[in-house]
Structures are given as C-alpha cells and as structure tokens.
C-alpha cells in the first residue's frame, strides 16, 4: 500500500477503535518514508485515545517543526492537556487553534470542558454558545443543501483523504450530553 493510502487507512482504524493498530501502521508508514503532520497528528490522537499522553505530547511537538500554524495541532494539544488536568495549559493551546481559525466550533466546545472544569462558568457558557452557533449554522448548511448530499458522498472519500478533521474522533455522545447539563 502506498504511503498516501495508508494515512486514511490508520484513520479509518482509529474511528473504528483500532487504536493500536492504527498507531502501528502509522509508526511503520513513518519509518518508511518522509513524516508528514497527518501521521503525526493521526497517531498523536491515538496515543491520547489510549491515555499515553507523553507519547501524544511528543508527537505534536514534531508536528509543531513541520507547520507550527497548524489549529488541529493546537487542539489536540489542548485537549491532551485537558485529559492530563493540565487545564491552563489546555486552554492557552485551545486559544491558539482558535486565534489562528476563529471558526473553528470544536475547539471552542473543548475549551469551554476546560473552563467548566476551572469553575469558570461564564467563559464556558460564552464558549458554548458559540459552538451552538457553528452548529446551527452547519446544520442550516446541511439542510439548504440536502437534495446535493447523494452526489457528494461519492467524493467525500477524497475529501476525507485530503482534509481530515481530526475534532470528529473526539466528541462522544456522553459528552454531548454532559455539555447539555452545563446550559444555564
């Protein structure tokens, strides 16, 4: 398998729980080949997923020589800092993924996790209705353009392969939940 396939592979593995296996592959792919900061990122995620934070950390500062812009790079740092209790240093990274993609809804529903767990209700609430905001405004989007749906779901494949979201693999439908209990 070429080095390119394998990247949307290892990500397949990880939505799919096959965490260690996806870090295999990644690691394989890398010793391989040329790094690049969707392996890094892809197995940063899978370490976390698997509470090795350290080996996460170490792989988001590599990622962060290759492109220290990166925002999906600054969110999952900050949500490994959250998952460490590190909440200050989880909410300075969170800040950076959002200074450098003000629209990036996720980051801001991470962020206010943090806030909440610092007993800083008024920043989360103000961080939740903004990720209510992109949510709404994604849903309106999805539905303005449902009679498209069909046709786009055959290139989503490419998309995916070219553009992943790391921020899907994080966010459970018990967190869900529990953010729903932290409305005022």
């Not at 600054?74 to 800092?81: D, E, N, S, T």
């Not at 998952?83 to 996720?106: F, K, S, V």
């Not at 949510?135 to 553009?163: F, Q, V």
Request: hydrophobic content about 40%; some cysteine.
């Amino acid at each position: 398998m070429e080095t390119c396939e394998l990247v949307p592979t290892s990500l397949r593995l990880l939505a799919l729980g096959n965490i260690q296996e996806c870090i295999d592959m990644v690691t394989r792919d890398m010793e391989v080949g040329n790094v690049s900061i969707k392996q890094l990122l892809t197995r940063a995620v899978a370490h976390m997923r698997l509470f090795q934070f350290p080996e996460s950390l170490a792989d988001c500062d590599e990622a962060m020589r290759i492109d220290p812009e990166n925002r999906q790079l600054y969110f999952i740092r900050g949500a490994v800092f959250r998952r460490m209790g590190r909440l200050q240093d989880a909410i300075a990274n969170l800040t950076q993924a959002i200074d450098i993609h003000p629209e990036y809804g996720i980051a801001y529903l991470e962020r206010a996790l943090c806030y909440t767990a610092c007993g800083r209700q008024e920043e989360a609430d103000h961080d939740l209705q903004i990720t209510l905001m992109y949510i709404e405004t994604a849903l309106r989007g999805l539905c303005d353009s449902i009679c498209l749906i069909h046709p786009k779901l055959d290139a989503m494949e490419e998309t995916t392969e070219n553009d992943w979201d790391y921020s899907r693999i994080f966010l459970s439908c018990m967190q869900i939940e529990e953010m729903k209990q932290t409305f005022h």
